[in-house]
C-alpha cells in the first residue's frame, strides 16, 4: 500500500519525509520517516541511491534519529538514502500495552510475537524484512529514488542494535552489511530481552535464542561478517550487563566468524550524543559494502 | 559564583557540561550548557580556546541545540568552545510567567525588562553580557580551558538570532563576530517583538528602537560586520513576517553599512533540521574571526 506524506523537511541539501502507510503485518498504520539525499533529488541527473535502515532503540519512533542522529549529514555527501522504521505498532489498544517503557508500544524487540494478545500485530520483523523493504521499493511515488540492486544496509541503536544484527544474521544477503550503536547483544542474557522474549515468544527458551544476535553468530556460514559495532564504556545501560557486546565477541571468535569490529569508547554515554558522534564512522561502513566509497 | 556540574556528557571527542550557577541579575540559578572540544582538553597538549555563545529560541532551554544543532560537530575539529545560554530565568513564579510561549518563561528576548513584574529578574541582556561572561571565564574549573584574548563570537536561533544580532551591534567589540539562524531582526514591527517589547519595556517605543537589530544597524560606526545571517524560505514564521530580515538588509544598506551577509534557502524550515544543516557554516564564520581558520 502506498505512503501518505505526512510532511517534508529540508535538511542537508536532502529531504526527510514523514510518511505513514497500513501495514497488513502490524494490523495498523505505521509511520515511517525516509531520508533521500541531494543526489537522489537532483533535478539535472538524479541518481538511484542504495538504502541504509535505521533501527531505533527502546521509547523511541522514526523521529528521535532523524533529528538528533546526525545520519543525514554524512548520507547527504555520500549519496545514501535512509529509512527510520518505527518501533512498535501503535493504535492496536491491547491490554496492558502501555504499561512499560521496556515492552509493549515503542518496544517491539524487531520480533514476531507467537503468543497472545501480541501476536495480533507485533510482528516487527516480517513487517521490516519484508512488507517494509517491499513497500518502499515498490513505491510509486519514492521507490524510483532507490536501487535496489545497489542493495540495503542495516544499522541500530540499543534495542535497534540487537534488530539490526540478528535481522542481518537470520536474512543472509538481505542487507550487505551491518552496524550497531550499543546494542544488545546478547537477549537471553539480559533483564531487557529475557523481559521482552518471554512476552512476545513465551517460556521457550530455545525460540529466544533464533532472536539472540550471540546465538545467532555460532551458526553463521555466510563469510565474513561486515559488521561494526560501538559501544560506550559510560553507559548506563552497557554497565548494567544490558548489552553485553563482549559475549557476541567471543561466540564470533569461538565459531571463527571474521569481520566483527568492535569499539569500545571511554566516556561516552547511551544517548544520541553518542550515536551523533560516531554517525558519520556508520554511514561510511553502509556505504563501503553498498559500494559508494 | 561558581558552577555546579549536573552532568558531563562527551560528545565529537570533547565534553558538554551541563552547568548551573546562582545568578544575581536574574536572582535565580540559571541552567547553561558548555561545551569544550578536544583540544581543551587534551591531556597532553591542552589549548585555552576561544568561545562561540549560542542563544537559542523561544520554547528552548540550553539542551535543545546542544542535542539537536550539531555546532559540536563542527566546533570540535577547529578548537572552539561553545556555550549555551538559557532563555529566561526559571523559578521567579511571576504572575503569568507561564501563560504564553513567546513572552515570559523561555522567552526573555535578551533584554532587561523596565516594567513590573518582569524587571525583577528578566533581565537577560545584562545576564549574558556581564554576569555570564563573566562568569564563565573566571570560573576555577572551567575558565582554564578558556582564553578570552582570543575572543568571543555570538550566534543564536529566531529569538536567539535577535538576540545575538542586537548584543553584538549594542556592545561594539565585545564580540569578534555575529551569525544568526532565521533571527527576528526587525521586532518593532512584528507581532512577537510587539508583544515582548511592550511587556518588557512598556509603551514608549523609542525603548524598543534600542533592542531592534533593523535600528540598530542605521547607528552601527564600528565598520564592515562580521555578520552572517541565514534564512529557510519554507519557515513559516517568516513567511508570517516575523522575522523580516529583508529590513535587516535594507537598513543596512541604507546606511552604508557592509559585512552582512544575508543567505535565503529554498525549502528549509525554522527547525533544528535547518539549523543542523548550516551549522558548520556558523561555527566556521565564528572560527575566521577567531583566529581559528
Redesign the interface.
Known amino acids: 500500500m502506498a505512503f501518505t506524506t505526512k510532511s517534508?523537511?529540508?535538511?542537508?541539501?536532502g529531504?526527510?519525509f514523514k510518511l505513514s502507510h497500513p501495514s497488513t503485518t502490524t494490523t495498523t498504520p505505521m509511520a515511517v520517516n525516509l531520508y533521500l539525499p541531494p543526489q537522489a533529488l537532483s533535478p539535472t541527473n538524479p541518481q538511484r541511491v542504495p538504502l541504509l535502515v535505521y533501527l531505533s532503540g527502546l521509547t523511541c519512533s522514526p523521529e528521535n534519529c532523524s533529528?538528533?542522529g546526525?545520519l543525514q549529514?554524512r548520507a547527504s555527501q555520500l549519496g545514501l538514502a535512509i529509512l527510520y522504521p518505527d518501533t512498535s505498532p501503535r493504535g492496536l489498544d491491547l491490554p496492558g500495552e502501555a504499561s512499560s517503557w521496556d515492552f509493549g508500544l515503542a518496544a517491539g524487540f524487531y520480533v514476531d510475537a507467537t503468543t497472545e494478545p501480541w501476536s495480533k500485530g507485533y510482528k516487527m520483523e516480517s513487517y521490516i524484512v519484508k512488507e517494509l523493504l517491499d513497500t518502499v521499493f515498490g513505491d510509486a511515488e519514492y521507490g524510483k529514488y532507490l536501487d535496489r540492486e545497489k542493495g540495503v544496509a542495516i544499522t541500530g541503536h540499543s534495542m535497534g542494535g540487537h534488530g539490526a544484527l540478528t535481522l542481518y544474521l537470520k536474512y543472509p544477503g538481505l542487507f550487505k552489511s551491518v552496524s550497531a550503536f550499543a546494542p544488545i547483544s546478547n537477549p537471553v542474557n539480559c533483564p531487557w530481552g529475557q523481559k521482552a522474549f518471554k512476552g512476545y515468544l513465551g517460556e521457550d527458551q530455545e525460540e529466544w535464542k533464533k532472536h539472540d544476535a550471540t546465538e545467532l553468530v555460532r551458526g553463521w556460514k555466510g563469510g565474513d561478517l561486515k559488521a561494526l559495532v560501538d559501544v560506550?564504556l559510560?553507559d548506563g545501560f552497557y554497565k548494567q550487563g544490558q548489552l553485553l557486546p563482549e559475549n557476541l565477541e567471543k561466540a564470533a571468535k569461538e565459531a571463527g566468524v571474521e569481520g566483527l569490529t568492535v569499539r569500545y569508547?571511554?566516556?561516552?554515554?547511551h544517548?544520541?550524543?553518542?550515536i551523533?558522534?560516531f554517525s558519520a564512522d556508520h554511514v561510511d561502513h553502509a556505504a563501503k559494502h553498498l559500494g559508494l566509497l
Chains 1, 2 share one sequence.
Open positions: 517534508t523537511i529540508a535538511s542537508f541539501g529531504k526527510l533529528e538528533k546526525f549529514a560506550g559510560a569508547h571511554e566516556d561516552y554515554d544517548s544520541y550524543y553518542f551523533s558522534t
